[in-house]
T-cell receptor, first 114, second 113 residues
């Protein structure tokens, strides 16, 4: 099935550094989402973006919905060891009747060196 | 329940056998989704339920895959005559009609030998 282009695939950073990852698509989405997945767990929603150009923060996380509605980025500032995990972007479109179609990127695996 | 639960958490089976994976969504959530996650990959959509009906089955990889949902609650994903390429983590998510957020279960790790 369709997947988004997410980069980088993996990152090794020092604790305290900032991190940036992004997603692009050939299709327009109504909503962009960023999830984090830790080993043995399902993805957990971090940030949701609903409007083109929107910039949203959640603690040390900042994400933006691209103007073209075909891309998004996620920044993590001052990384800490518990930021380790796989980060997924997802584009969302409505099916209707309160249900939504998600298309996921392949993920960015983040490793933080203490 | 407090969250989405899935069982079994791990399943090892032999090629050619059938397997059933179960998902218990958050109580009251009307929408339920199944995804497959291969090693090192993102999530591939398989099927979704609105109530007990499945308006979109387009992600099911082959006719060996089927799913049902009963009582607008529990869902079962069945894979018949499993193949090695079916090895993956199968994730279930649910959402309510009022919020679009999908809440994921921990997944079932399937290994086909």
């Amino acid at each position: 099935g369709q997947q988004l282009n997410q980069s980088p695939q993996s990152m090794f950073i020092q604790e305290g550094e900032d991190v940036s990852m992004n997603c692009t698509s050939s299709s327009i989405f109504n909503t962009w989402l960023w999830y984090k997945q830790e080993p043995g767990e399902g993805p957990v929603l971090l940030i949701a973006l609903y409007k083109a150009g929107e910039l949203t923060s959640n603690g040390r996380l900042t994400a933006q919905f691209g103007i073209t509605r075909k891309d998004s980025f996620l920044n993590i500032s001052a990384s800490i060891p518990s930021d380790v995990g796989i980060y997924f972007c997802a584009g969302q479109r409505p099916y209707g009747a309160g249900s939504y179609q998600l298309t996921f990127g392949k993920g960015t695996k983040l490793s933080v060196i203490p | 329940g407090a969250g989405v639960s899935q069982s079994p958490s791990n399943k090892v089976t032999e090629k050619g056998k059938d397997v059933e994976l179960r998902c218990d969504p958050i109580s009251g959530h009307t929408a339920l989704y199944w995804y497959r996650q291969r090693l090192g990959q993102g999530l591939e959509f398989l099927i979704y339920f609105q109530g007990n009906s499945a308006p979109d089955k387009s992600g099911l990889p082959s006719d060996r895959f089927s799913a049902e949902r009963t009582g607008e609650s529990v869902s079962t994903l069945t894979i018949q005559r499993t193949q090695q390429e079916d090895s993956a983590v199968y994730l279930c998510a649910s959402s309510s009609g009022q919020s679009e957020t999908q809440y994921f279960g921990p997944g079932t790790r399937l290994l086909v030998l």
